[in-house]
């Protein structure tokens, strides 16, 4: 559970050439810092150019320009994996705006070890974004989901510089929230063994046993130290999970560099985003000032 020398990121087993972003997709597993298999893919996705009147009728070379949009980082929620179509669905709606990177936090899915929910999973995100970066993308963008959303914050948080833009949907402000039916059972799945069987036999997720030692940054401490780097806050209105107070709060933390969408009808996380929300965080990547978007 150590999380190795102050700032260190281990390297990928594989390292592609720069070259290789835009061209081919990639499956391999990732080394933490702390020694952790990270079952990982690439998606190169569709070339971000000029299609205006004044573009050159001939097209673009297709592995360059893909090369100077973002790669999106996608750090799913929990009992999710690299392999579910929930996760799958994202990575190939944000893969219209760029390449992505999904991955399977540990304890999840074919991943090694077990799930700290959200503390040492800013150590496997790490890995993630590193190997995006090696694979030749200028632009690194982190979207989290609920765990992951809080994944995010911390990471940009713990490693700054290292994420160009944090976008941050259905995440939690606050550590230990019961104040609803789905977290009270939540709760239940991550302290109590029997819930720990049920997360592995039946969400084939498997849960560290120890309590966290220490409590790590909160998300809303995190939120407050992202800056320079644009955070985007998401949450739906039907939130079964955390009720509005806690996007306000991680938006209010951010100050003037965090943003808030708090979207009508919408539930929570990947299930719950719409491809026509995934669009919109797509552009809204695109649009950061130096987002990697081609001139």
């Known amino acids: 559970m150590s999380n190795g020398p102050a700032g260190h990121v281990a390297r990928s087993t594989v390292r592609p050439h720069p070259e290789t972003c835009g061209r081919a997709r990639i499956r391999t597993f990732l080394r933490t810092a702390d020694g952790v298999a990270?079952?990982?893919?690439?998606?190169?996705?569709?070339?971000?150019?000029?299609?205006?009147?004044?573009?050159?009728?001939?097209?673009?070379?297709?592995?360059?320009?893909?090369?100077?949009?973002?790669?999106?980082v996608v750090a799913h929620g929990f009992t999710g994996d690299v392999d579910r179509p929930h996760v799958r669905r994202v990575a190939a709606r944000l893969a219209r705006y760029g390449a992505v990177v999904t991955f399977s936090f540990r304890g999840h899915g074919r991943s090694g070890g077990r799930s700290t929910v959200g503390d040492k999973e800013v150590l496997d995100l790490a890995a993630a974004v590193e190997w995006a970066r090696g694979l030749g993308h200028a632009?690194?963008?982190?979207?989290?989901?609920?765990?992951?959303?809080?994944?995010?914050l911390r990471h940009a948080a713990l490693h700054p510089g290292t994420a160009d833009a944090v976008v941050s949907v259905s995440a939690p402000a606050r550590w230990y929230y019961r104040?609803?039916?789905?977290?009270?059972?939540?709760?239940?799945?991550?302290?109590?063994?029997a819930g720990r069987l049920v997360g592995r036999y039946?969400?084939?997720?498997?849960?560290?046993?120890?309590?966290?030692?220490?409590?790590?940054?909160?998300?809303?401490?995190?939120?407050?130290?992202?800056?320079?780097a644009p955070l985007l806050v998401v949450h739906g209105d039907r939130d079964g999970y955390f009720p509005l107070d806690h996007p306000r709060m991680l938006a209010e933390a951010a100050g003037e560099?965090?943003?808030?969408?708090?979207?009508?009808g919408m539930g929570h996380a990947e299930n719950a985003a719409a491809d026509a929300l995934l669009d919109r965080i797509g552009a809204w990547a695109l649009g950061r000032p130096g987002s990697g978007a081609a001139s």
Do not use: K
């Open 257 to 264: 560099h965090g943003e808030l969408w708090v979207e009508q």
């Open 139 to 152: 632009r690194v963008v982190t979207v989290g989901f609920s765990m992951g959303g809080s994944v995010v």
């Open 202 to 228: 039946g969400f084939r997720t498997r849960i560290h046993h120890r309590d966290w030692d220490p409590v790590p940054l909160s998300p809303v401490q995190a939120a407050a130290r992202i800056a320079p």
């Open 179 to 193: 104040g609803t039916a789905p977290m009270r059972r939540l709760h239940w799945l991550v302290t109590r063994p």
């Open 38 to 72: 990270i079952d990982s893919v690439y998606d190169p996705g569709a070339a971000v150019y000029d299609r205006s009147a004044s573009a050159p009728a001939t097209p673009p070379d297709i592995s360059r320009t893909a090369c100077r949009g973002p790669v999106f």
